[in-house]
């Protein structure tokens, strides 16, 4: 079985880049198909959909975060990893990777990490 878990600073300053990764044991992130995505929940809201890579390496952003987002890949690791530039208090919230069917893309995922919070404060 897939599974994932979630490395980072826990606290960033505003204005500065986020980076988490997301390690990934029992597959391999270069199994045909399935993509890996990033998904985010912050206090009192929803969940909300970053982005996700593909196994070539092909990416997606959500429309309201791509301009601060980049998402790549380890393969020598078997890891893929998080940056978001510039944040703001507003990027305050729970961050999870996952292992997603592109094609259920902002529905559901098949494995998801425990998720880990990440605080935007000076």
């Known amino acids: 079985q897939v599974q994932l878990q979630e490395s980072g600073p826990g606290l960033v300053k505003p204005s500065q880049t986020l980076s988490l990764t997301c390690s990934v044991s029992?597959?391999?992130?270069?199994?045909?198909?399935?993509?890996w995505g990033w998904i985010r929940q912050s206090p009192g809201k929803g969940l909300e959909w970053i982005g996700y890579?593909?196994?070539?390496?092909?990416?997606y952003y959500s429309p309201s975060l791509k301009s601060r987002t980049s998402i790549s890949t380890d393969t020598s690791k078997n890891q893929f990893t998080l940056q978001l530039s510039s944040v703001t208090p507003e990027d305050t919230a729970v961050y999870y990777c996952?292992?997603?069917?592109?094609?259920?893309?902002?529905?559901?995922?098949?494995?998801r990490g425990q998720g880990t919070l990440i605080t935007v404060s000076s």
């Open positions: 996952a292992r997603l069917d592109p094609a259920l893309y902002g529905s559901s995922w098949y494995e």
């Open positions: 890579i593909s196994s070539s390496g092909l990416t």
């Open positions: 029992g597959g391999s992130i270069t199994t045909d198909y399935y993509c």
